[in-house]
């Protein structure tokens, strides 16, 4: 019953995504591209919830967000440094799901929602290593959608290594990812 009913809320949630080509009109726990996170936070909160993902001040930063939420276990914001208005760059939510089998039937069960809304969008579907396992054991298991690409929603089930398990750097799970071509870029220039 419990699986039924995350599976019947993950359903509507992706029913409010409509079929919109802009990415901003896409929600994920009410938040969307290019809406202020102090709608939903406070600047105490963005700032105390900011992911060490880095020793230095970069161009963005990601803060995390797991109280309160209905869906999902976790979501990251990607903000630009020094934006007062702190304008949400990119959304990445999570569930943690360790069992593999498990991660991609819900999958599926989102890629097919989604497939209804991007019937005319082209969908890109496989597998990858995790560039950031240098064992190559890390997997990802990747639907996207290229929403005016590299604007695009993505839906992955990603498998650790047991190394990257335990050494604590990484965590089975399931994500919905809204990327912007902003952030893209950022991303794909080495974080700078």
């Not at 979501?75 to 069992?99: H, M, Q, R, T």
């Not at 991609?104 to 950031?132: A, C, P, W, Y």
């Amino acid at each position: 019953m419990k699986k039924f009913f995350l599976c019947l809320i993950l359903a509507i949630s992706f029913q409010s995504l409509v079929k919109a080509e802009d990415i901003s009109d896409f929600e994920i726990e009410g938040m969307s591209i290019n809406k202020s996170v102090l709608d939903y936070m406070s600047v105490n909160e963005v700032l105390d919830n900011t992911l060490p993902y880095f020793e230095t001040k970069r161009k963005y930063y990601v803060t995390g967000i797991v109280n309160n939420l209905k869906l999902y276990d976790q979501v990251e914001i990607y903000l630009k440094s020094n934006d007062k208005k702190y304008i949400i760059k990119s959304i990445i939510a999570g569930l943690f799901i360790d069992d593999l089998d498990q991660c991609l039937k819900r999958k599926k069960e989102i890629v097919k929602d989604l497939d209804q809304i991007f019937s005319n969008t082209k969908k890109m579907s496989g597998s990858k290593k995790h560039e950031s396992d240098p064992t190559g054991k890390s997997i990802h298991y990747i639907d996207q959608y290229n929403l005016g690409y590299p604007n695009h929603i993505r839906v992955e089930c990603t498998q650790f290594s047991d190394d990257m398990i335990n050494s604590g750097m990484a965590q089975n799970s399931l994500n919905v990812v809204v990327m912007t071509k902003e952030i893209n870029d950022w991303i794909a220039s080495g974080y700078k």
